[in-house]
């Protein structure tokens, strides 16, 4: 299977490759740098493959949540890149991508991942391990810090143990204690999400059939929902 993921949700920019049996990645911290690094990021790994991306089978993209115009840059470059292959866009949760990204190096079971979503505010998922993907056991949301355990209770058994992961606990330095969770390592690779833990759901969801036209991939920004929600005649 050969499969393109890109990622530009957060401060990470970064792309890999699934060729065959072998994973090639590219991967950068650069929070103002995504519409300048993520294209030649791409061409280098269709060029170390020696491909192109005509011969990819479809192209998976970080759909958010997480910085509005990180999301809406890799959406486009995702639809750019499809359409010119001619390939569908599987769209991946970024909370997911930092669950599995701690499966892959911690090998956690339980995760719960968390993304600085500015304003005071956290988004927030929860994920346990199954088939060897991260899988999540509630809704995603954007919450107040405060809010994680009410939010969290109703899987409390689920996540028992669990590792926090992610920008929401490094920046909420006692959010993992206050709910019981394994600390996150403040270090950045380990609390940013990354193209290559994007595979293995884009992978499932291509052999289930699960992808779609570049003209209906859309992005999952949570706050918006919240807003919506919010509006009078909207709850």
Known sequence: MKILAIDTATEACSAALLWNDAVLTREQVAPQGHTRLILPMVSELMAEAGTSLQ?????????GPGSFT??????????????????????ISTLQ??????????QAEKVIAAIDARMNEIYLGAFTLQDGRMQPVL??????????????????AKIAG???????????TELAAKLDLLPAENQVELNLPWAQDMLPQAVAAYQAGEYCDPSLATPVYLRDKVTWKKLPGRE
Not at 97 to 106: K, P
Not at 162 to 172: I, L, P, R
């Open 70 to 91: 990180g999301v809406r840059i890799g959406i486009g470059a995702a639809q750019g890149l499809a359409y010119g292959a001619n390939v569908p866009l599987i769209g």
């Open 162 to 172: 669990g590792v926090a992961v992610g920008t929401g606990f490094t920046c909420y």
């Open 139 to 156: 809704d995603e949301a954007v919450i107040l810090p405060e809010q994680a355990a009410q939010l969290l209770h109703a899987v409390t």
């Open 55 to 63: 011969g990819l089978d479809a192209i998976a993209f970080g759909r």
């Open 97 to 106: 991508m930092l669950a599995q990204g701690a499966y892959r190096r911690q």
